[in-house]
């Protein structure tokens, strides 16, 4: 039997996030019930919450970087049992027929994915709703499993922001000894920090704000590079094995260009948006690559948090109860977060 729950969305591109009634599926033969106990609060969520993409279908409510524990499970579920800690990023199903659901890039599905929330939802008519709520029911092929000697509260960003980050570095083979520079500390940039690190990488902060070096280092950069220093710049020409850029906004490509050795690559993660132009000599002259990648697929992203529980990596969170996420959603456009935002569910629930 379908169930009403407690979530908090909005009703309107100029609306305030407020408390709503939301209805969640009965638990299928292959589904996982979640009781949330915790969601991170990721810039997308701001986007869709305020139609910035021009695609969001209203009530929008966000949400897809979601620790809790399994309540129950239908009688096919193999993998997961009632008290597991489990998680939910972006993604709650795939076509799993087209060539990259078969290569475990469920990402990159050629029918289109279905988005944790603001997705065509294919067992209830109208659109998902996503972890801003008490509960979620997803199939057990788009569940993960947390480690659990990790803090469950600074997990749940891995689940984005985490894995935005670890699937680039993965793919292009970022290994002991490679100059890796990370563009951007925030929610995303401090992640590729402590994963370049943790993979044994000499990594390099590049940054415009003096301000951010001491935070860099202490999250493992060896180095920090002031991007507005033309001196510090020419210092690093032609250095780097690869270049990871997190900046959300359209900036100057060319002086990171000129930063990378030939053959090498500049990823995008941060910036869904048409970038300023560059000089074509730049990628031309070097044999350079600047690439972009998506998240990642549910195969390295449970790999991904299995690294971390390897190496104790989580992400640096603030917590924040439900009823203060429309502060929240302000300081995060003004960057005044260190450096993500945990929703505790706990806050929704009384």
């Known amino acids: 039997m379908n169930q009403q729950i407690k979530a908090y969305g909005t009703k309107g591109a100029d609306e305030k996030l407020e408390a709503l009634q939301i209805e969640r599926r009965e638990t299928k033969a292959k589904d996982v019930r979640i009781e949330i106990l915790y969601?991170?609060?990721?810039?997308?969520?701001?986007?869709?919450?305020?139609?910035?993409?021009?695609?969001?279908?209203?009530?929008?409510?966000?949400?897809?970087?979601?620790?809790?524990?399994?309540?129950?499970?239908?009688?096919?579920v193999a993998k997961y049992k009632a008290g597991d800690l489990v998680g939910v990023g972006c993604l709650v199903d795939s076509c799993r027929t087209c060539h990259s659901c078969n290569d475990g890039l469920e990402q990159y599905c050629e029918n289109g994915w279905t988005g944790t929330y603001n997705s065509a939802d294919k067992h209830l008519g109208g659109y998902t709703y996503g972890g801003y709520s008490t509960t979620i029911v997803v199939d057990e092929s788009f569940v993960l499993k947390v480690p659990e000697n990790l803090d469950a509260k600074g997990t749940a960003p891995l689940l984005c922001a985490g894995i935005t980050t670890w699937s680039p570095l993965k793919h292009w083979n970022v290994k002991k000894g490679d100059k890796v520079g990370i563009v951007g500390l925030g929610g995303l940039g401090h992640m590729g920090v402590k994963f370049a690190n943790a993979l044994g990488a000499h990594?390099?902060?590049?940054?415009?704000?003096?301000?951010?070096?001491?935070?860099?280092?202490?999250?493992?950069?060896?180095?920090?590079?002031?991007?507005?220093?033309e001196s510090e710049v020419q210092k690093h020409l032609n250095s780097f094995d690869?270049?990871?850029?997190?900046?959300?906004?359209?900036?100057?490509?060319?002086?990171?260009?000129?930063?990378?050795?030939?053959?090498?690559?500049?990823?995008?993660?941060?910036?869904?948006?048409?970038?300023?132009?560059?000089?074509?000599?730049?990628?031309?002259?070097?044999?350079?690559?600047?690439?972009?990648?998506?998240?990642?697929?549910?195969?390295?992203?449970?790999?991904?948090?299995?690294?971390?529980?390897?190496?104790?990596?989580?992400?640096?969170?603030?917590?924040?109860?439900?009823?203060?996420?429309?502060?929240?959603?302000?300081?995060?456009?003004?960057?005044?977060?260190?450096?993500?935002?945990?929703?505790?569910?706990?806050?929704?629930?009384?």
């Not at 990594?203 to 507005?228: N, Q, R």
């Open 203 to 229: 990594v390099v902060m590049i940054t415009t704000s003096p301000s951010k070096a001491a935070d860099a280092k202490s999250l493992g950069a060896h180095e920090v590079l002031i991007s507005t220093d």
């Open 39 to 76: 969601c991170g609060v990721c810039h997308s969520d701001i986007h869709t919450a305020r139609n910035d993409w021009k695609n969001s279908v209203y009530p929008v409510v966000p949400g897809h970087e979601i620790i809790g524990r399994v309540l129950e499970v239908g009688n096919e």
């Open 242 to 350: 690869f270049i990871l850029n997190t900046v959300p906004v359209a900036h100057e490509m060319d002086p990171y260009i000129a930063m990378l050795k030939r053959d090498a690559t500049m990823v995008m993660v941060g910036a869904v948006e048409p970038l300023k132009p560059f000089h074509g000599g730049g990628i031309i002259l070097g044999r350079k690559r600047i690439a972009g990648s998506l998240i990642g697929g549910i195969k390295e992203t449970q790999e991904m948090l299995d690294f971390c529980g390897e190496h104790n990596i989580t992400s640096d969170i603030e917590m924040i109860n439900m009823q203060d996420i429309n502060n929240a959603y302000e300081r995060v456009i003004k960057a005044d977060v260190k450096y993500r935002f945990v929703i505790d569910m706990e806050s929704l629930k009384n």
